[in-house]
Protein backbone atom coordinates (compact mmCIF):
# COMPACT_ATOMS: atom_id res chain seq x y z
CA UNK A 1 0.00 0.00 0.00
CA UNK A 2 0.99 3.53 -0.23
CA UNK A 3 2.71 4.76 2.42
CA UNK A 4 1.68 8.52 4.27
CA UNK A 5 5.24 10.02 3.74
CA UNK A 6 6.48 12.99 2.51
CA UNK A 7 3.58 15.18 1.94
CA UNK A 8 5.40 18.45 2.87
CA UNK A 9 7.98 18.00 0.05
CA UNK A 10 4.97 17.73 -2.76
CA UNK A 11 3.43 20.50 -1.07
CA UNK A 12 6.54 22.79 -1.20
CA UNK A 13 7.88 22.48 -4.79
CA UNK A 14 4.63 21.31 -7.34
CA UNK A 15 1.65 22.96 -4.95
CA UNK A 16 3.96 26.09 -3.50
CA UNK A 17 4.84 26.76 -6.79
CA UNK A 18 1.82 26.57 -9.23
CA UNK A 19 2.13 23.41 -10.86
CA UNK A 20 -0.90 21.60 -8.88
CA UNK A 21 -3.19 20.45 -12.42
CA UNK A 22 -5.63 19.73 -9.53
CA UNK A 23 -5.69 16.17 -10.64
CA UNK A 24 -6.83 14.74 -7.19
CA UNK A 25 -3.78 11.47 -7.08
CA UNK A 26 -2.30 12.79 -3.58
CA UNK A 27 -5.33 13.01 -2.22
CA UNK A 28 -6.23 9.10 -3.01
CA UNK A 29 -4.13 7.30 -0.58
CA UNK A 30 -6.08 6.12 2.60
CA UNK A 31 -5.85 8.97 5.04
CA UNK A 32 -3.92 10.72 2.48
CA UNK A 33 -3.20 14.41 4.20
CA UNK A 34 -4.17 16.11 0.93
CA UNK A 35 -7.68 17.51 -0.21
CA UNK A 36 -8.79 18.75 -3.55
CA UNK A 37 -10.28 21.92 -3.32
CA UNK A 38 -11.54 24.77 -5.79
CA UNK A 39 -9.38 28.30 -5.54
CA UNK A 40 -10.78 31.31 -5.94
CA UNK A 41 -8.97 31.30 -10.04
CA UNK A 42 -11.59 27.90 -10.57
CA UNK A 43 -9.04 25.68 -10.12
CA UNK A 44 -8.88 22.32 -8.57
CA UNK A 45 -5.87 22.55 -6.47
CA UNK A 46 -4.51 20.37 -3.94
CA UNK A 47 -3.89 21.47 -0.17
CA UNK A 48 -3.19 20.36 2.87
CA UNK A 49 -4.97 19.27 5.88
CA UNK A 50 -2.33 20.37 8.78
CA UNK A 51 0.94 20.92 7.17
CA UNK A 52 2.31 21.10 10.39
CA UNK A 53 1.88 17.23 10.91
CA UNK A 54 3.55 16.05 7.88
CA UNK A 55 7.12 17.71 7.64
CA UNK A 56 8.87 15.01 6.94
CA UNK A 57 10.88 14.63 3.17
CA UNK A 58 10.25 11.26 2.06
CA UNK A 59 9.18 10.72 -1.75
CA UNK A 60 6.31 8.68 -1.96
CA UNK A 61 4.04 11.76 -2.44
CA UNK A 62 6.02 13.23 -5.03
CA UNK A 63 6.15 9.48 -6.58
CA UNK A 64 2.08 10.00 -6.81
CA UNK A 65 2.42 13.59 -8.63
CA UNK A 66 2.67 13.83 -12.59
CA UNK A 67 4.55 17.02 -11.87
CA UNK A 68 6.51 15.44 -8.73
CA UNK A 69 10.06 15.54 -8.54
CA UNK A 70 10.61 11.60 -7.60
CA UNK A 71 7.76 10.40 -10.36
CA UNK A 72 9.13 8.73 -13.89
CA UNK A 73 8.25 10.49 -16.69
CA UNK A 74 5.87 9.70 -19.58
CA UNK A 75 8.85 7.35 -21.67
CA UNK A 76 9.03 5.37 -19.04
CA UNK A 77 5.88 4.68 -17.94
CA UNK A 78 5.30 4.12 -21.45
CA UNK A 79 8.03 1.81 -21.89
CA UNK A 80 6.82 -0.60 -19.39
CA UNK A 81 3.87 -0.79 -20.78
CA UNK A 82 3.87 -0.77 -24.77
CA UNK A 83 7.82 -0.96 -25.55
CA UNK A 84 7.35 -4.34 -26.60
CA UNK A 85 3.97 -4.28 -28.98
CA UNK A 86 4.68 -0.70 -30.80
CA UNK A 87 6.95 1.30 -32.36
CA UNK A 88 7.96 4.81 -31.52
CA UNK A 89 7.41 8.56 -32.58
CA UNK A 90 8.89 11.09 -30.34
CA UNK A 91 5.89 13.90 -30.72
CA UNK A 92 2.99 10.89 -30.86
CA UNK A 93 4.77 8.21 -28.51
CA UNK A 94 4.07 4.50 -28.76
CA UNK A 95 1.68 3.45 -31.40
CA UNK A 96 0.69 0.70 -33.07
CA UNK A 97 -2.27 1.88 -35.03
CA UNK A 98 -3.06 5.85 -36.34
CA UNK A 99 -6.25 6.56 -37.70
CA UNK A 100 -8.61 8.99 -39.15
CA UNK A 101 -12.49 8.60 -39.22
CA UNK A 102 -15.72 8.47 -37.33
CA UNK A 103 -18.42 6.40 -35.55
CA UNK A 104 -21.07 5.85 -38.31
CA UNK A 105 -23.37 3.22 -36.04
CA UNK A 106 -25.76 5.20 -33.08
CA UNK A 107 -25.32 8.39 -32.28
CA UNK A 108 -21.96 8.94 -30.94
CA UNK A 109 -20.80 11.41 -33.73
CA UNK A 110 -23.87 13.20 -33.31
CA UNK A 111 -23.57 13.01 -29.66
CA UNK A 112 -19.26 13.55 -29.19
CA UNK A 113 -17.34 16.69 -29.92
CA UNK A 114 -15.45 15.14 -32.64
CA UNK A 115 -16.19 11.67 -34.80
CA UNK A 116 -17.75 10.46 -31.40
CA UNK A 117 -14.75 7.56 -31.14
CA UNK A 118 -14.22 8.91 -27.36
CA UNK A 119 -17.49 6.99 -26.22
CA UNK A 120 -17.44 4.55 -28.68
CA UNK A 121 -14.49 3.33 -27.26
CA UNK A 122 -15.66 2.68 -23.75
CA UNK A 123 -18.87 1.76 -25.30
CA UNK A 124 -17.53 -1.04 -27.08
CA UNK A 125 -15.15 -1.89 -24.00
CA UNK A 126 -18.48 -2.39 -21.92
CA UNK A 127 -20.45 -4.23 -24.52
CA UNK A 128 -17.65 -6.36 -25.47
CA UNK A 129 -17.31 -7.52 -21.85
CA UNK A 130 -13.93 -6.32 -21.33
CA UNK A 131 -14.43 -3.99 -18.51
CA UNK A 132 -17.41 -4.05 -16.29
CA UNK A 133 -18.07 0.60 -15.85
CA UNK A 134 -16.49 3.05 -17.85
CA UNK A 135 -15.20 5.93 -15.79
CA UNK A 136 -16.09 9.26 -17.70
CA UNK A 137 -17.05 12.94 -17.12
CA UNK A 138 -20.61 13.50 -17.17
CA UNK A 139 -22.79 16.51 -15.89
CA UNK A 140 -23.48 16.84 -12.37
CA UNK A 141 -26.61 18.50 -11.49
CA UNK A 142 -26.11 21.55 -8.96
CA UNK A 143 -26.80 20.47 -5.20
CA UNK A 144 -25.72 21.71 -1.78
CA UNK A 145 -22.61 20.43 -0.99
CA UNK A 146 -21.50 20.46 -5.11
CA UNK A 147 -23.13 24.20 -6.36
CA UNK A 148 -21.81 25.46 -9.49
CA UNK A 149 -20.08 22.43 -10.50
CA UNK A 150 -21.17 21.49 -13.97
CA UNK A 151 -19.14 18.62 -14.23
CA UNK A 152 -17.32 15.47 -12.29
CA UNK A 153 -15.82 12.45 -13.07
CA UNK A 154 -18.84 9.28 -12.53
CA UNK A 155 -18.91 5.54 -12.78
CA UNK A 156 -21.08 4.05 -15.80
CA UNK A 157 -22.50 0.31 -16.11
CA UNK A 158 -24.74 0.48 -18.70
CA UNK A 159 -24.39 1.72 -22.83
CA UNK A 160 -26.71 4.32 -21.92
CA UNK A 161 -25.24 5.99 -19.24
CA UNK A 162 -21.94 6.29 -21.04
CA UNK A 163 -23.59 7.90 -24.35
CA UNK A 164 -24.79 10.49 -21.46
CA UNK A 165 -20.72 11.40 -21.34
CA UNK A 166 -20.23 12.20 -24.63
CA UNK A 167 -18.60 15.97 -25.11
CA UNK A 168 -15.30 17.49 -24.34
CA UNK A 169 -15.48 19.07 -20.85
CA UNK A 170 -12.94 22.33 -21.06
CA UNK A 171 -13.64 22.39 -17.06
CA UNK A 172 -11.67 21.27 -13.92
CA UNK A 173 -12.18 17.57 -12.65
CA UNK A 174 -10.72 15.76 -10.46
CA UNK A 175 -9.87 12.29 -9.74
CA UNK A 176 -9.68 11.47 -6.45
CA UNK A 177 -13.70 10.75 -5.36
CA UNK A 178 -13.73 8.54 -8.33
CA UNK A 179 -10.53 6.55 -7.22
CA UNK A 180 -11.88 5.76 -4.22
CA UNK A 181 -14.83 4.59 -5.40
CA UNK A 182 -13.20 2.16 -7.78
CA UNK A 183 -11.22 0.86 -4.95
CA UNK A 184 -14.20 0.22 -2.91
CA UNK A 185 -16.81 -1.25 -5.45
CA UNK A 186 -14.97 -4.78 -7.06
CA UNK A 187 -14.59 -4.52 -10.97
CA UNK A 188 -13.10 -4.13 -14.05
CA UNK A 189 -12.81 -0.38 -14.82
CA UNK A 190 -12.04 2.15 -18.11
CA UNK A 191 -11.24 5.42 -17.72
CA UNK A 192 -10.80 8.33 -19.84
CA UNK A 193 -8.44 10.90 -19.22
CA UNK A 194 -6.35 14.04 -20.05
CA UNK A 195 -2.51 13.19 -20.62
CA UNK A 196 -1.35 14.25 -17.23
CA UNK A 197 -4.55 12.81 -15.41
CA UNK A 198 -3.54 9.04 -16.71
CA UNK A 199 -0.35 9.18 -15.80
CA UNK A 200 -1.78 10.17 -12.84
CA UNK A 201 -3.21 7.00 -12.86
CA UNK A 202 -0.14 4.73 -13.74
CA UNK A 203 1.69 6.15 -11.40
CA UNK A 204 -1.45 5.42 -8.64
CA UNK A 205 -1.22 1.92 -10.06
CA UNK A 206 2.57 1.43 -9.08
CA UNK A 207 1.94 1.63 -5.46
CA UNK A 208 -1.69 0.67 -5.05
CA UNK A 209 -2.53 -3.16 -6.57
CA UNK A 210 -6.31 -2.61 -5.68
CA UNK A 211 -5.88 0.00 -8.82
CA UNK A 212 -3.52 -1.72 -10.89
CA UNK A 213 -5.91 -4.90 -10.85
CA UNK A 214 -9.29 -2.87 -11.72
CA UNK A 215 -8.22 -0.04 -14.22
CA UNK A 216 -7.75 -2.40 -17.21
CA UNK A 217 -7.79 0.75 -19.77
CA UNK A 218 -6.42 4.02 -19.92
CA UNK A 219 -8.22 6.04 -22.63
CA UNK A 220 -6.87 9.30 -23.48
CA UNK A 221 -7.19 12.58 -24.79
CA UNK A 222 -5.34 14.73 -26.88
CA UNK A 223 -4.61 17.76 -25.21
CA UNK A 224 -3.67 21.07 -25.44
CA UNK A 225 -4.79 22.35 -22.19
CA UNK A 226 -7.00 22.68 -19.31
CA UNK A 227 -8.50 25.28 -18.58
CA UNK A 228 -10.30 26.89 -15.02
CA UNK A 229 -14.29 26.82 -14.27
CA UNK A 230 -13.85 30.69 -15.24
CA UNK A 231 -13.11 29.91 -19.26
CA UNK A 232 -16.41 28.32 -19.03
CA UNK A 233 -17.99 31.57 -16.80
CA UNK A 234 -16.44 33.78 -19.03
CA UNK A 235 -18.21 32.60 -21.91
CA UNK A 236 -21.70 32.31 -20.95
CA UNK A 237 -21.28 35.82 -18.96
CA UNK A 238 -20.24 37.33 -22.66
CA UNK A 239 -23.42 35.91 -23.72
CA UNK A 240 -25.51 37.08 -20.90
CA UNK A 241 -25.06 35.23 -18.69
CA UNK A 242 -24.11 35.92 -14.92
CA UNK A 243 -21.61 33.82 -12.94
CA UNK A 244 -24.58 33.55 -10.29
CA UNK A 245 -27.44 32.74 -12.56
CA UNK A 246 -24.47 29.90 -14.52
CA UNK A 247 -26.20 26.31 -15.20
CA UNK A 248 -24.58 24.54 -17.60
CA UNK A 249 -22.77 24.98 -20.93
CA UNK A 250 -21.68 23.01 -24.14
CA UNK A 251 -18.28 23.76 -24.81
CA UNK A 252 -18.92 22.16 -28.62
CA UNK A 253 -21.70 23.01 -30.74
CA UNK A 254 -21.62 21.86 -33.94
CA UNK A 255 -22.61 24.00 -37.11
CA UNK A 256 -23.74 21.91 -40.43
CA UNK A 257 -22.52 25.09 -41.87
CA UNK A 258 -19.07 25.63 -40.99
CA UNK A 259 -15.99 23.71 -40.64
CA UNK A 260 -15.28 21.23 -37.37
CA UNK A 261 -13.24 23.63 -35.97
CA UNK A 262 -15.81 26.58 -36.08
CA UNK A 263 -18.34 25.71 -33.79
CA UNK A 264 -20.40 26.94 -31.29
CA UNK A 265 -20.67 27.66 -27.68
CA UNK A 266 -23.90 26.92 -25.71
CA UNK A 267 -24.58 27.95 -22.29
CA UNK A 268 -27.91 28.30 -19.93
CA UNK A 269 -28.61 30.28 -17.17
CA UNK A 270 -31.78 30.39 -14.52
CA UNK A 271 -33.63 32.72 -17.43
CA UNK A 272 -32.67 31.34 -20.39
CA UNK A 273 -30.37 29.83 -22.90
CA UNK A 274 -28.36 30.97 -25.64
CA UNK A 275 -25.82 29.90 -28.75
CA UNK A 276 -22.99 31.86 -30.07
CA UNK A 277 -20.16 30.85 -32.38
CA UNK A 278 -17.17 30.22 -30.29
CA UNK A 279 -14.59 32.39 -32.49
CA UNK A 280 -16.87 35.55 -31.35
CA UNK A 281 -16.00 35.31 -27.73
CA UNK A 282 -12.93 36.13 -26.02
CA UNK A 283 -10.87 34.09 -24.87
CA UNK A 284 -11.55 31.27 -26.76
CA UNK A 285 -8.40 31.61 -29.05
CA UNK A 286 -6.71 28.47 -27.41
CA UNK A 287 -3.07 29.13 -29.44
CA UNK A 288 -3.32 32.37 -26.66
CA UNK A 289 -4.39 30.05 -23.37
CA UNK A 290 -6.46 31.76 -21.44
CA UNK A 291 -7.17 30.79 -18.56
CA UNK A 292 -5.16 27.68 -18.86
CA UNK A 293 -3.33 26.08 -15.38
CA UNK A 294 0.16 27.12 -15.48
CA UNK A 295 0.52 23.17 -14.93
CA UNK A 296 -0.52 22.46 -18.61
CA UNK A 297 2.43 25.19 -19.80
CA UNK A 298 4.80 22.52 -18.14
CA UNK A 299 3.66 19.43 -19.43
CA UNK A 300 5.16 18.10 -22.49
CA UNK A 301 2.51 15.35 -23.54
CA UNK A 302 -0.09 16.18 -26.05
CA UNK A 303 -1.09 12.74 -27.35
CA UNK A 304 -1.33 10.94 -23.52
CA UNK A 305 1.73 9.09 -24.24
CA UNK A 306 0.92 6.99 -21.25
CA UNK A 307 -2.62 5.82 -22.21
CA UNK A 308 -3.60 2.42 -24.15
CA UNK A 309 -5.54 4.84 -26.84
CA UNK A 310 -5.53 7.80 -27.26
CA UNK A 311 -8.52 10.45 -29.58
CA UNK A 312 -8.47 13.80 -30.72
CA UNK A 313 -9.61 15.58 -33.56
CA UNK A 314 -7.94 15.68 -36.50
CA UNK A 315 -7.08 18.98 -37.54
CA UNK A 316 -6.27 18.21 -41.38
CA UNK A 317 -7.18 20.31 -44.17
CA UNK A 318 -8.84 16.67 -45.65
CA UNK A 319 -10.76 16.27 -42.57
CA UNK A 320 -11.52 19.69 -41.35
CA UNK A 321 -14.47 20.57 -43.56
CA UNK A 322 -16.58 18.02 -42.13
CA UNK A 323 -18.71 19.63 -39.71
CA UNK A 324 -19.55 16.33 -38.06
CA UNK A 325 -16.08 15.87 -36.86
CA UNK A 326 -13.40 13.47 -37.52
CA UNK A 327 -10.79 12.33 -35.12
CA UNK A 328 -7.45 11.26 -35.02
CA UNK A 329 -6.88 7.56 -32.98
CA UNK A 330 -4.06 6.10 -32.08
CA UNK A 331 -3.82 2.97 -30.12
CA UNK A 332 -1.61 1.37 -28.26
CA UNK A 333 -3.19 -1.58 -26.92
CA UNK A 334 -3.27 -4.78 -29.13
CA UNK A 335 -7.50 -5.19 -27.86
CA UNK A 336 -8.16 -1.78 -28.89
CA UNK A 337 -6.92 -1.76 -32.09
CA UNK A 338 -8.32 -5.10 -33.13
CA UNK A 339 -11.81 -3.72 -31.82
CA UNK A 340 -11.34 -0.87 -34.42
CA UNK A 341 -10.22 -2.86 -37.06
CA UNK A 342 -13.15 -5.67 -36.70
CA UNK A 343 -15.44 -2.58 -36.38
CA UNK A 344 -14.35 -0.75 -39.51
CA UNK A 345 -14.44 -4.39 -41.48
CA UNK A 346 -18.06 -4.32 -39.99
CA UNK A 347 -18.91 -1.15 -41.59
CA UNK A 348 -19.90 0.48 -38.06
CA UNK A 349 -16.46 3.12 -38.23
CA UNK A 350 -15.29 4.60 -40.84
CA UNK A 351 -11.39 4.83 -40.43
CA UNK A 352 -8.55 5.88 -42.73
CA UNK A 353 -5.07 4.58 -42.27
CA UNK A 354 -3.72 7.69 -41.35
CA UNK A 355 0.52 7.12 -40.56
CA UNK A 356 1.89 8.58 -37.59
CA UNK A 357 3.76 11.75 -39.56
CA UNK A 358 0.08 13.04 -40.55
CA UNK A 359 -1.38 12.42 -37.11
CA UNK A 360 1.82 14.92 -35.75
CA UNK A 361 0.58 17.35 -38.03
CA UNK A 362 -3.22 17.46 -37.13
CA UNK A 363 -1.39 18.52 -33.65
CA UNK A 364 1.11 20.60 -35.02
CA UNK A 365 0.54 23.61 -33.11
CA UNK A 366 -0.20 22.30 -29.70
CA UNK A 367 3.10 19.82 -30.19
CA UNK A 368 5.22 23.00 -30.97
CA UNK A 369 3.76 24.69 -28.00
CA UNK A 370 4.23 21.89 -25.66
CA UNK A 371 7.11 19.95 -26.80
CA UNK A 372 9.24 22.79 -28.43
CA UNK A 373 8.66 25.75 -26.53
CA UNK A 374 8.72 23.95 -23.35
CA UNK A 375 12.46 24.33 -22.93
CA UNK A 376 12.17 28.29 -23.36
CA UNK A 377 9.40 28.52 -20.71
CA UNK A 378 11.19 26.50 -18.21
CA UNK A 379 13.88 28.65 -18.67
CA UNK A 380 12.22 32.17 -17.62
CA UNK A 381 10.26 30.02 -14.53
CA UNK A 382 14.16 29.05 -13.95
CA UNK A 383 15.85 32.17 -13.86
CA UNK A 384 13.35 33.66 -11.34
CA UNK A 385 14.91 31.21 -8.98
CA UNK A 386 12.02 29.29 -8.08
CA UNK A 387 11.60 25.28 -8.65
CA UNK A 388 10.64 24.09 -11.65
CA UNK A 389 9.71 20.47 -12.33
CA UNK A 390 12.25 18.06 -14.24
CA UNK A 391 10.54 17.68 -17.94
CA UNK A 392 11.51 15.72 -20.62
CA UNK A 393 13.14 18.67 -22.03
CA UNK A 394 16.19 21.07 -20.41
CA UNK A 395 15.65 24.65 -20.11
CA UNK A 396 16.75 26.94 -23.34
CA UNK A 397 17.32 30.49 -23.25
CA UNK A 398 16.74 30.11 -26.68
CA UNK A 399 13.72 29.97 -29.10
CA UNK A 400 13.22 30.00 -33.22
CA UNK A 401 12.16 31.93 -34.98
CA UNK A 402 13.64 34.44 -32.38
CA UNK A 403 9.78 36.37 -32.18
CA UNK A 404 8.67 33.69 -30.91
CA UNK A 405 10.19 33.85 -27.49
CA UNK A 406 8.02 37.15 -26.91
CA UNK A 407 5.44 35.08 -27.93
CA UNK A 408 5.79 33.05 -25.40
CA UNK A 409 6.14 35.63 -23.01
CA UNK A 410 2.72 36.97 -23.99
CA UNK A 411 1.41 33.79 -23.76
CA UNK A 412 2.31 33.66 -20.30
CA UNK A 413 1.19 37.06 -19.39
CA UNK A 414 -2.45 36.60 -21.48
CA UNK A 415 -2.56 33.25 -19.11
CA UNK A 416 -2.36 35.15 -15.82
CA UNK A 417 -4.36 38.39 -16.68
CA UNK A 418 -7.42 35.85 -17.65
CA UNK A 419 -7.11 34.36 -13.93
CA UNK A 420 -6.63 37.44 -11.87
CA UNK A 421 -8.85 40.20 -14.26
CA UNK A 422 -11.48 37.66 -14.45
CA UNK A 423 -11.70 36.82 -10.38
CA UNK A 424 -11.51 41.22 -9.87
CA UNK A 425 -14.59 41.53 -12.66
CA UNK A 426 -16.46 38.33 -10.54
CA UNK A 427 -15.60 40.45 -7.39
CA UNK A 428 -17.37 43.66 -8.69
CA UNK A 429 -19.98 42.09 -10.76
CA UNK A 430 -18.66 43.66 -14.10
CA UNK A 431 -17.27 41.41 -16.91
CA UNK A 432 -16.48 44.93 -18.80
CA UNK A 433 -12.81 45.00 -16.48
CA UNK A 434 -12.09 41.25 -17.13
CA UNK A 435 -12.70 41.93 -21.10
CA UNK A 436 -10.61 45.56 -21.13
CA UNK A 437 -7.65 43.92 -19.36
CA UNK A 438 -7.41 40.99 -21.86
CA UNK A 439 -8.13 42.76 -25.13
CA UNK A 440 -5.01 45.25 -25.40
CA UNK A 441 -2.36 42.05 -24.53
CA UNK A 442 -5.08 39.89 -26.27
CA UNK A 443 -4.17 42.51 -29.62
CA UNK A 444 -0.77 42.72 -29.36
CA UNK A 445 -0.23 38.87 -29.14
CA UNK A 446 -2.28 38.29 -32.41
CA UNK A 447 -0.97 40.77 -34.17
CA UNK A 448 2.82 39.26 -33.17
CA UNK A 449 0.76 35.63 -34.74
CA UNK A 450 -0.42 37.46 -37.90
CA UNK A 451 3.53 39.09 -38.77
CA UNK A 452 4.87 35.56 -37.44
CA UNK A 453 2.11 33.72 -39.76
CA UNK A 454 3.15 36.06 -42.75
CA UNK A 455 7.33 35.87 -42.33
CA UNK A 456 6.81 31.88 -42.50
CA UNK A 457 4.74 32.34 -45.80
CA UNK A 458 6.30 35.14 -47.51
CA UNK A 459 9.46 32.69 -47.13
CA UNK A 460 7.12 30.08 -48.67
CA UNK A 461 9.19 27.44 -46.15
CA UNK A 462 5.81 25.97 -45.05
CA UNK A 463 1.95 25.34 -44.96
CA UNK A 464 -0.10 26.54 -42.54
CA UNK A 465 -1.50 23.15 -41.27
CA UNK A 466 -4.05 22.66 -38.21
CA UNK A 467 -5.78 25.69 -36.64
CA UNK A 468 -5.69 26.75 -33.11
CA UNK A 469 -9.14 25.77 -32.06
CA UNK A 470 -9.66 22.72 -30.38
C1 LIG B 1 -9.36 19.99 -21.77
C2 LIG B 1 -9.33 19.33 -23.14
C3 LIG B 1 -8.37 19.75 -24.07
C4 LIG B 1 -8.32 19.14 -25.33
N1 LIG B 1 -7.37 19.55 -26.24
C5 LIG B 1 -7.34 18.99 -27.48
C6 LIG B 1 -6.38 19.38 -28.45
O1 LIG B 1 -5.52 20.22 -28.18
N2 LIG B 1 -6.40 18.80 -29.67
C7 LIG B 1 -7.32 17.83 -29.98
O2 LIG B 1 -7.31 17.34 -31.10
N3 LIG B 1 -8.23 17.41 -29.07
C8 LIG B 1 -8.25 17.97 -27.84
N4 LIG B 1 -9.17 17.53 -26.91
C9 LIG B 1 -10.01 16.36 -27.24
C10 LIG B 1 -11.25 16.73 -28.05
O3 LIG B 1 -11.85 17.88 -27.52
C11 LIG B 1 -12.26 15.57 -28.01
O4 LIG B 1 -12.55 15.27 -26.67
C12 LIG B 1 -11.75 14.33 -28.63
O5 LIG B 1 -11.47 14.60 -29.97
C13 LIG B 1 -12.77 13.19 -28.52
O6 LIG B 1 -13.92 13.56 -29.17
P1 LIG B 1 -15.02 12.44 -29.46
O7 LIG B 1 -16.13 13.03 -30.25
O8 LIG B 1 -14.34 11.27 -30.02
O9 LIG B 1 -15.43 12.03 -27.99
P2 LIG B 1 -16.82 12.09 -27.24
O10 LIG B 1 -17.69 11.01 -27.71
O11 LIG B 1 -17.31 13.47 -27.21
O12 LIG B 1 -16.33 11.66 -25.77
C14 LIG B 1 -15.46 12.42 -25.03
C15 LIG B 1 -15.04 11.61 -23.84
O13 LIG B 1 -14.13 12.38 -23.07
C16 LIG B 1 -14.59 12.50 -21.73
N5 LIG B 1 -14.21 13.81 -21.26
C17 LIG B 1 -14.72 15.00 -21.61
N6 LIG B 1 -14.08 15.99 -20.98
C18 LIG B 1 -13.14 15.42 -20.22
C19 LIG B 1 -12.17 15.91 -19.33
N7 LIG B 1 -12.03 17.20 -19.08
N8 LIG B 1 -11.36 15.03 -18.72
C20 LIG B 1 -11.51 13.71 -18.94
N9 LIG B 1 -12.41 13.18 -19.77
C21 LIG B 1 -13.22 14.03 -20.40
C22 LIG B 1 -16.08 12.30 -21.82
O14 LIG B 1 -16.60 11.85 -20.60
C23 LIG B 1 -16.19 11.26 -22.93
O15 LIG B 1 -15.99 9.99 -22.41
C24 LIG B 1 -9.25 18.12 -25.65
C25 LIG B 1 -10.21 17.71 -24.72
C26 LIG B 1 -10.25 18.30 -23.46
C27 LIG B 1 -11.30 17.84 -22.46
Avoid at 40 to 59: R, W
Avoid at 79 to 89: A, W
Avoid at 124 to 133: F, G, H, I
Wanted: charged share 25%; net charge positive; with cysteine.
Amino acid sequence: MISNQSPQALNDTVVANGYCVGCGACAVPEQSPFKIVMDDYGQYQSTLKDPSVFATTQNDYEKLCPFGSGAPNEDEIANQHFSESCEHNNQVGYYNGVFAGHVTEGKFREQGSSGGMGTWVLNELLEKRLVDYVVHVKSEKADQDLSNIPFKYQVSETLEETQQGGKSRYYPIELSEVLKIIRSQPGRYAIVGLPCFIKSVRLLQAQDPILAERIQYCVGLVCGHLKSAHYAQSLAWQMGIAPQEFESIDFRVKDPAQPANRYSTYAKGSYGEKVVPTNQLIGTDWGAGAFKYKACDFCDDVFAETADVVLGDAWLPEYVQDSHGTNVVVTRNQHIRQLIVNARTEGRLEMDDLGVEKAVQSQDAGLRHRKVAIGYRLYCEKISGTWVPTKRADPANKLKPRYEMKRQRLRTELRSLSHKSFLSAKRNGDITSYLDALKPVYSRYSSQGRSFFRRVLSFGKRKIKGCFQF
